[in-house]
């Protein structure tokens, strides 16, 4: 079976890539290796997240499924009050996301490595940024958007990017199901960003 980014613990023989991003007025340089997402460079995907991700009054923000981390390090840029929490089950993209903090010098993110919102049980966010694992299956991803609400402050945001062609209209359908309102807020590339907003009377 071919070796998947959401594998715990990649096998492949390691290959170092430096990626230089620029995006949302700010430079990164980001490391990739085989065995993440995208190692060659920033999907379409990603990019079109980060530019529609409104992180105004934000205080913290999950990066569920970070990669090599570049989702969190832009937010952690744009909005320095907040914090920035990065999650992957992937142990070498971890890795890659902290050496990227340390690097692109932003003190307001961490990464912890678990499996989906294990790591982050009991806490609550304003905005969960999330470039699901589609490979994986629905069977995996609806799971992942059913749970986020759980996860989410009283008006809080949950956006997704899926490619148009791969089962976004079913994403954005099954979001209309889990959230007060769900809406495709940006498309391009051939991918579309959905959002899901939590009730801000916190209604049970």
């Known amino acids: 079976m071919a070796e998947h980014y959401f594998t715990e613990d990649p096998s492949s023989k390691r290959s170092i890539k430096e990626l230089t991003v620029d995006i949302r007025g700010f430079s990164f340089k980001l490391l ?5 997402f995208s190692r060659g460079k920033l999907d379409r995907g990603t990019k079109l997240l980060i530019e529609a991700m409104n992180l105004e009054g934000v205080k913290r923000v999950l990066d569920l499924g970070c990669g090599y981390g570049p989702l ?22 971890c ?23 294990e790591p982050v049980r009991g806490m609550k966010f304003d905005l969960i940024l999330c470039n699901p694992p589609i490979r994986a299956g629905k069977s995996v991803v609806f ?20 490619r148009t062609k791969q089962g976004s209209k ?3 359908k099954h979001m209309a199901e889990v959230f007060d309102v769900a809406e495709e807020i940006e498309k391009g590339g051939g991918y579309r960003v959905m959002e899901g907003s939590a009730s801000i009377i916190g209604l049970p």
């Open 170 to 172: 079913s994403i954005l």
């Open 95 to 117: 890795e890659l996301a902290i050496w990227n903090i340390k690097e692109n010098q932003v003190s307001n993110a961490k990464v912890i490595l678990g499996h989906g919102f």
């Open 143 to 162: 799971p992942l958007i059913t749970e986020a609400k759980e996860f989410l402050s009283p008006g809080g945001r949950l956006l997704v990017v899926a």
């Open 32 to 36: 990739t290796d085989r065995g993440v």
């Open 72 to 93: 969190g390090i832009v937010a952690a840029r744009i909005a320095p009050e907040a914090e920035i929490v990065m999650v992957d089950v992937n142990s070498r993209a």
